[in-house]
DNA sequence: CAGTATCCCACTCGATACTG
DNA sequence: CAGTATCGAGTGGGATACTG
């Protein structure tokens, strides 16, 4: 059994791993995006709370970025049919799982401010 | 003991998580980083290594994200005074720290191709 | 309340050519 | 070998004003 150390063979590996993350950066690598999700672990919340919880975001920025959570099906946007209007969003299994490998990620992220 | 679910306490908990989170991102959110580290998780590499390793990157690209990589202490450069001039990157410490969470970024990315 | 629409700057990134 | 220099297209993100 040789040893898996030819060029072509570690590139694969490598590229494969990176392809991976690659991925996972364009789904959680926007500038709010970790915020959004953060606050969300607390539970479900309305636009409103969300805004109000991240005041530093803008209303175009908040709602860009909550759509495009939304596409990659990392948060869930209810809508209530009522006047005057109520959305809520709260996080999915695919963002719940995601979310222990967030904490590891911020903290090695503070410890290294 | 008071439950800590007010508006400024949350914030102020999710805000800190959040600068944790920015601050890794800013520091391996680069399109090639990844990669770069992954590729020196193998060992030490020249840069023409790397180059050849990972096919897709320019030149200009490959090395200013091995400055980044460097200025925030995520490789080690070793310049050997030779001619011709050969240099080679490694991981330090605090990237070697880093790999094990991005394996699972990396894994969860993949997952949810 | 929960968003859209518009404008615009700064920065990122890639390709190509050149160099100590 | 290990890089710089230069240019140009594309993208991310902020400020502000408006709306069903």
Do not use: F
Not at 32 to 60: H, T
Not at 62 to 72: F, G, S
């Amino acid at each position: 059994m040789r040893k898996e150390t030819s060029t072509n063979s570690l590139n694969r590996s490598i590229l494969n791993r990176n392809c991976g993350m690659v991925n996972a950066l364009s789904m959680v690598g926007g500038r709010w995006k970790p915020a959004i999700l953060y606050s969300l672990a607390e539970g479900r919340q309305r636009y409103s709370e969300l805004r109000n919880g991240i005041p530093q975001v803008s209303e175009r920025m908040l709602v860009k970025q909550l759509r495009e959570l939304e596409h990659d099906r990392l948060v869930a946007r209810i809508v209530h049919p009522e006047v005057p209007p109520r959305v809520e969003y709260e996080l999915t299994e695919r963002s719940k799982e995601l979310l222990p490998v967030l904490n590891l990620l911020s903290d090695w992220g503070r410890k290294n401010l």
